[in-house]
Each structure stands twice: as structure tokens, then as C-alpha cells.
């Protein structure tokens, strides 16, 4: 199992960011996704997951109507689309797959936000 993560940067308070997450080395279709995060000093937290089949989603309250997760099974691709950035959400971010009671991780990528 891989996941890559890319898309992470520096943006201004109000701006946007796309994470995208690649994933490989598994059945990319048969299994929920999600993403985390986890800021300077503080315990790693869920921030969206996306589950298969349906594409049924759910977000952290902190991120609801501002984040958007989604995926594209054929690129075993998902995404997390972050729109009204706030400094709140300046963290490294992960995504994260469920396999046969194992938890796997990518690398992160750095989101910082600040003006």
C-alpha cells in the first residue's frame, strides 16, 4: 500500500488549496478514504472521510461547509478541496486507508496558512 500526497502550501487567510492523494498497491474503489491532519503540539485528527461504495461523506465539525472531500476511482485519486482557509488549519495533512485491521499513511503534505 501507497499514498502520496501532494498539493500542500503557503495561503493567505480566505484562500484555497486542492490536496490530491494517490494511492496505489490496493483495490482503490472497495475502500473508504479519508483525510487528517495534525498542527504543531497536537494530536493528529479526522478531518473528512469518503466511503465505497456511495461516496457518502462526513467532516469534522471544524471543517464542515469549508472542505470538501471527493475521489476519482479511475485516477485512485481523492481529494480534499479547501476553500476559507483559516490559520486554524495550518497543519501537515494525511491520507489515510483501512485494510485488514491496519491503518496506512502517507507521507503528509504542509498546509500552511497565514498572511
Known amino acids: 500500500v501507497q499514498l502520496v500526497e501532494s498539493g500542500g502550501g503557503l495561503v493567505q487567510p480566505g484562500g484555497s488549496l486542492r490536496l490530491s492523494c494517490r494511492a496505489s498497491?490496493?483495490?482503490?474503489?472497495?475502500?473508504?478514504m479519508s483525510w487528517h491532519r495534525q498542527a504543531p503540539g497536537k494530536e493528529r485528527e479526522f478531518v473528512a472521510v469518503?466511503?465505497?461504495?456511495?461516496?457518502?461523506?462526513n467532516y469534522a465539525d471544524s471543517v464542515k461547509g469549508r472542505f470538501t472531500i471527493s475521489r476519482d476511482n479511475l485516477k485512485n485519486t481523492v481529494y480534499l478541496q479547501m476553500n476559507s482557509l483559516k490559520p486554524d488549519d495550518t497543519a501537515v495533512y494525511y491520507c489515510?486507508?483501512?485494510?485488514?485491521?491496519?491503518?496506512?499513511w502517507g507521507q503528509g503534505t504542509q498546509v500552511t496558512v497565514s498572511s
Open positions: 489515510s486507508v483501512f485494510i485488514s485491521r491496519t491503518y496506512y
Open positions: 498497491g490496493f483495490t482503490f474503489r472497495n475502500y473508504d
Open positions: 469518503i466511503r465505497s461504495p456511495g461516496g457518502t461523506t
